[in-house]
């Protein structure tokens, strides 16, 4: 199967600038993640999609962060206006239930947000 | 609240040598724990899960609960072992997951 394609791979802006992220997830996988890594740290959960409704954005920073799934399949990640500590990379997953309460799992390779 | 502590951020062992990658976390329930592998320049993949109890090229995480630990094991390393290791916990099954903040391990020649 095609995995989790992610746009750009890379993005360098000027803190109080726009940057978006998109995501394709893999075909039929109603969930959809974003997680932010930053350096040094283990990837933390921003939002998480069931089809195109919120399951859980509770360390989504609203304040400037957003994030869409308007047909339940592509999503966007917008961060408006950024941050230097915004700087991390940006992935995607998708993951569908595979029975056995086992869910398949699969990360986009992400997109790395320079800040300065 | 969950959380996952991997207390080696660098971890190098020679080629042949038993490896170990230390994993602890805190959650008062009955967590699913998981670890994942990202070799170089290549995506975040799984490793293995604990419910599996399975054998993952050659390595092996038993869940211990009165220690609440997960550590990663192998007995002979190899080079093409080199990568970074998260360890993550999930209480819905897999559905999200904390990640821990990870261990380069660096398996010289």
């Known amino acids: 199967e095609a995995g989790v394609a992610q746009s750009p791979r890379y993005k360098i802006i000027e803190k109080r600038q726009s940057v978006a992220f998109w995501c394709n997830p893999i075909?039929?996988?109603?969930?959809l993640y974003w997680y932010q890594q930053i350096l040094g740290q283990g990837p933390k959960l921003l939002i998480q999609f069931q089809n195109n409704g919120v399951v859980d954005d509770s360390q989504l920073p609203k304040d400037r962060f957003s994030a869409e799934r308007l047909k339940g399949v592509d999503s966007t990640l917008k961060i408006q206006p950024a941050k230097l500590e915004d700087s991390a990379v940006y992935l995607c997953?998708?993951?569908?239930?595979?029975?056995?309460?086992?869910?398949?799992?699969?990360f986009g390779s992400g997109t790395r947000l320079t800040v300065v | 609240a969950q959380r996952v502590t991997q207390p080696e951020k660098l971890l190098s062992v020679f080629k042949g040598a038993p490896v170990e990658l230390k994993c602890n976390y805190s959650y008062s329930g009955s967590p699913e724990l998981f670890w994942y592998v990202q070799y170089s320049r290549q995506r975040l993949q799984l490793l293995l899960r604990h419910i599996s109890r399975e054998s993952i090229k050659g390595f092996t995480a038993d869940l211990n609960k009165g220690e609440t630990s997960f550590h990663l094991k192998k007995p002979f390393a190899q080079e093409e072992d080199s990568a970074m290791y998260y360890c993550?916990?999930?209480?819905?099954?897999?559905?999200?997951?904390?990640f821990g903040p990870g261990t380069r391990l660096s398996v010289l020649p």
């Open positions: 997953a998708s993951s569908s239930y595979r029975g056995r309460g086992h869910y398949g799992y699969t």
């Open positions: 075909s039929g996988h109603a969930t």
């Open positions: 993550a916990l999930s209480v819905n099954y897999g559905q999200n997951f904390v």
